[in-house]
C-alpha cells in the first residue's frame, strides 16, 4: 500500500532551521508530483510548497517564499523541505502529499497524504 512517512520535526527557537523529510513506498515516486501542507491548531489545512516529479519547478507561499526550500532526490524517493528563520507562526504540522498530475496548492486535489510531523518555533 502506499506510504508516505514524514519526520524531522521538533521544537526550534524562532530563526532557527530544520529540514523535514518524506519518504515515499507503494508508489512510483519519480512520476508524482510532491507537495507540503501544514495545519496549526483551529486552522484549515494550508499549502506551503509544491515540486513537480522531475524537481525542476517549485512553487511556494508567500508566507514562506525566501525561507523554505522544497527538493527531491527520485533515487531514495524522499522529498524534503529545508526550513530556515522560522517564526512562531510557522508552529503546525507539516503534511506532505502525492499527486500524479495535480500540481497546484489546494489540498483536496492530492491523492495521498502522510501522517504529520509537529514543527513548534519558540519565541
Known amino acids: 500500500q502506499v506510504q508516505l512517512v514524514e519526520s524531522g520535526g521538533g521544537l526550534v527557537q524562532a530563526g532557527g532551521s530544520l529540514r523535514l523529510s518524506c519518504e515515499a513506498s507503494?508508489?512510483?515516486?519519480?512520476?508524482?508530483?510532491m507537495g507540503w501542507f501544514r495545519q496549526a491548531p483551529g486552522k484549515e489545512r494550508e499549502f506551503v510548497a509544491v515540486?513537480?516529479?522531475?524537481?525542476?519547478?517549485?512553487d511556494y507561499a508567500d508566507s514562506v517564499k525566501g525561507r523554505f526550500t522544497i527538493s527531491r532526490d527520485n533515487a531514495k524517493n524522499t522529498v524534503y523541505l529545508q526550513m530556515s528563520s522560522l517564526k512562531p507562526e510557522d508552529t503546525a504540522v507539516y503534511y506532505c502529499?502525492?499527486?500524479?498530475?495535480?500540481?497546484?496548492?489546494?489540498?483536496?486535489?492530492?491523492?495521498?497524504w502522510g501522517q504529520g510531523t509537529q514543527v513548534t518555533v519558540s519565541s
Open positions: 507503494g508508489i512510483t515516486f519519480r512520476s508524482y508530483n
Open positions: 502529499a502525492a499527486d500524479l498530475t495535480y500540481l497546484g496548492i489546494s489540498h483536496v486535489e492530492y491523492d495521498y
Open positions: 515540486t513537480n516529479r522531475y524537481g525542476m519547478r517549485a
